[in-house]
């Protein structure tokens, strides 16, 4: 299995990369007065954060057409089906994680998003709109046969794709907090993909497409978010919004508080 540990490492060191895209560096400038002086600018990349998304799917392509890639595939599998004789169903739940996160934090004091109830939401709607639709067409279009040959249906990898769209949001809603927000959102979304290999339901091609796909929708949610203020009509973006436990007589439940 060290070529799954690798494969998981390599992930991961992709994926934290991504901070590299929003870093803030010092440059010199030039003042009135003559003199260099340091000034702290904020590098807007607006290309650059395609970039990872986009190595990722095309390795996902290129890897159902290339030997040596086609070859990677199929002696992981190999090694995968002569050394795990039970499935591990972690993948199930944990693609969920990363997202429901996004929410979650709001319950720990101190933690604050970059964008409110509302935003997020409209954000993580559009993002997993543009993520399934992808994911379905290339489904319904490429029909590669799964390791387990259970279906035709196996890229790209859809819960991949799901784990991924969370991570990123995560990491952008939180990055200005912690940076180990993210990284734990690309942890959990790198074993999920990870788990699919190990567990015969995805190539590894699958699964780096499916990273890709899952990133750039991310950001395609982000994207949308100030079309679907004008669509709206939504002006002010900072309602207000909290959610309350409720327990009591033996009942449990939540209350939701939205100012508009």
């Not at 540990?5 to 992930?11: G, K, R, V």
């Not at 040596?68 to 693609?95: E, G, W």
């Not at 990363?98 to 993002?127: C, E, K």
């Amino acid at each position: 299995m060290k070529r799954i540990l690798i494969f998981y490492i390599l992930w991961m060191i992709a994926s934290v990369g991504l901070y590299a895209q929003e870093t803030t560096m010092q440059i010199d400038s030039i003042s009135e007065s003559g003199k260099n002086v340091d000034t702290p600018v904020v590098c807007k990349k607006k290309y650059v954060s395609y970039l990872v998304p986009a190595v990722l799917i095309s390795y996902g392509v290129v890897g159902k057409m290339n030997t040596p890639l086609k070859k990677l595939d199929q002696s992981t599998d190999k090694a995968v089906q002569r050394q795990m004789k039970t499935r591990i169903r972690a993948d199930d739940y944990l693609f969920c994680l990363p997202a429901l996160s996004v929410y979650a934090l709001d319950w720990m004091p101190g933690i604050q998003a970059q964008h409110n109830f509302r935003d997020r939401t409209i954000i993580l709607a559009g993002s997993y709109l543009v993520a399934e639709f992808a994911t379905l067409s290339l489904k319904y279009t490429t029909k590669v046969e799964r390791p387990d040959a259970s279906n035709d249906d196996s890229f790209p990898s859809n819960h991949t794709v799901i784990a991924f769209t969370g991570a990123h949001i995560l990491f952008r809603e939180y990055k200005d907090h912690s940076p180990w927000i993210g990284v734990a959102g690309y942890a959990a979304a790198s074993l999920t993909g990870t788990l699919r290999v190990i567990n015969r339901k995805h190539w590894i091609s699958d699964v780096v497409a499916g990273a890709g796909i899952g990133i750039l929708s991310a950001e395609a949610g982000y994207a949308l978010l100030p079309i679907v203020h004008r669509y709206l009509g939504i002006k002010n973006t900072d309602k207000n919004c909290a959610i309350v436990p409720l327990v009591g007589n033996g009942h449990y439940g939540a209350g939701l508080s939205y100012r508009f």
